[in-house]
């Protein structure tokens, strides 16, 4: 029997559901405190990403194993248009395929299609030297990082002793 191929496509809004679902296990992994997932929001921000943007699936006979996408918005200080990479996440199963550097570059694609630079400020929750490896990889260049102060204030182990020594 031969191997099935997976084939690296745009999303299509039938697919919605599917990259919810496949989203949802990213978020399951994560170990650090972000705000919570509200299903409705999740699928009309995926359509819109479809609508306005450039959503890429990894389909491997229908199953949504990967996915990736850019939308597009103007920082607050400009009159300019950027691309937002807003995910990139692959079924841990397939993460050794070289699925991420495909959905990368079908995200860089469009992008060059449309001219617009690409930010992308990806949230791996506690595993930064993961995305700081496959961005270097992918030949992004680094402007910064995204920090996260949990709700509960900081966490007993990592807060500051601001009491005087005796």
Do not use: H
Not at 22 to 38: F, S, T
Not at 47 to 76: H, K, M, T, W, Y
Request: charged residues 30%; hydrophobic residues 45%.
């Amino acid at each position: 029997m031969a191997e099935k191929k997976v084939l690296i496509r745009p999303a299509e809004p039938k697919d919605c559901v599917n990259i919810f679902k496949l989203l949802m296990k990213g978020w399951n992994e994560q170990v650090v405190e972000y705000a919570p997932v509200d299903d409705l929001r999740g699928y009309l921000w995926i359509l819109s990403i479809i609508q306005e943007g450039f959503l890429a699936v990894a389909d491997l006979s229908g199953r949504i194993v990967g996915a990736a996408c850019a939308s597009p918005f103007r920082p607050a200080w400009s009159k300019a248009w950027m691309l937002d990479m807003e995910f990139l996440y692959i079924d841990p199963k397939f993460r050794a395929d070289g699925l991420a550097r495909e959905l990368l570059r079908a995200v860089e694609n469009w992008a060059d299609k449309v001219n617009l630079p690409t930010t992308f400020g990806m949230q791996t929750g506690e595993r930064v030297d993961t995305k700081d490896r496959l961005m270097k990889i992918a030949g992004f260049e680094y402007t910064g990082g995204n920090f996260l102060r949990p709700a509960s204030g900081q966490i007993e182990e990592e807060a500051v002793d601001n009491e005087p020594d005796d």
